[in-house]
């Protein structure tokens, strides 16, 4: 039973996203700013299919563990990949919004960004780094996207709005700050902590799965929302 619940939480980055798409096919007024989200979910399920299919390779297919070239005997790339697109479209989402704090700023921060990822798998990190994913590139982006969030809420209470919680954006937002908050310090450590606690620190992987499978259901909540 146990052995069968960790399959599950191990795939969880795949299935939990059939949450919010559930929710999406059913969702008939598009929402403007809703569109990245959607585009993300879809783009995500296709990443996160590779990364369990690449895990999984041997125990599922009898797949060769090193196959050629070697870097697609790992899906750390994938999770540098993931990182990438969820920032590019949730920061898409944020830039949709109808706030007007912060809006230049929200606008060249992805442009920052850009040219940092560039110059840092350029000059100092691997993107296909066969033993880990970019710890610098996960935190980095979970922190920006945590201080997105922080201009929303307090664009927020600048507001005050009363019935924020009918509103799709605020779950978006909501279900992202869990995730980001609880994995900032999970991605700035992880490949550290691994090389000394392996055991542990596989084990804290887990809470990232947990936490993503949290903001699918946030998610999913947004795109209910829509539809009313």
């Known amino acids: 039973m146990n052995n069968v619940l960790q399959q599950?939480?191990?795939c969880s980055e795949?299935?939990?996203l059939f949450i919010p798409l559930f929710f999406m096919t059913r969702d008939t007024k598009k929402i403007s700013y809703l569109r990245p989200v959607r585009i993300y979910v879809y783009t995500?399920?296709?990443i996160?299919?590779?990364i369990i299919l690449i895990a999984k390779r041997n125990q599922w297919?009898?797949?060769p563990k090193e196959p050629e070239p070697?870097?697609?005997g790992s899906n750390n790339f994938l999770y540098n990949l993931h990182s990438v697109i969820r920032f590019l479209f949730f920061s898409w989402f944020f830039i949709l919004l109808d706030q007007k704090m912060f809006t230049t700023v929200k606008k060249t921060i992805p442009i920052l960004f850009s040219f940092c990822f560039l110059i840092n798998f350029i000059f100092f990190e691997d993107f296909f780094n066969y033993w880990s994913f970019?710890?610098?590139l996960l935190s980095i982006e979970a922190t920006i996207l945590l201080f997105y969030c922080l201009l929303y809420y307090m664009h927020m209470l600048n507001d005050d709005e009363s019935s924020f919680r009918k509103t799709p954006s605020f779950w978006v937002v909501t279900g992202l700050s869990i995730y980001v908050v609880i994995n900032i310090p999970i991605f700035l450590f992880y490949m550290a902590l691994l090389k000394q606690f392996q055991d542990f620190t596989v084990g804290?992987?887990?809470i990232h799965n947990i936490s993503y499978i949290i903001l699918c259901i946030f998610l999913g909540k947004a795109f209910y929302e829509s539809r009313k």
């Open 134 to 136: 970019s710890g610098r």
């Open 70 to 72: 070697e870097w697609l």
């Open 204 to 206: 804290i992987w887990d």
């Open 61 to 63: 297919f009898g797949l």
């Open 44 to 46: 995500a399920l296709a």
């Open 14 to 16: 795949m299935w939990a």
């Open 48 to 50: 996160s299919l590779l």
């Open 8 to 10: 599950l939480l191990d």
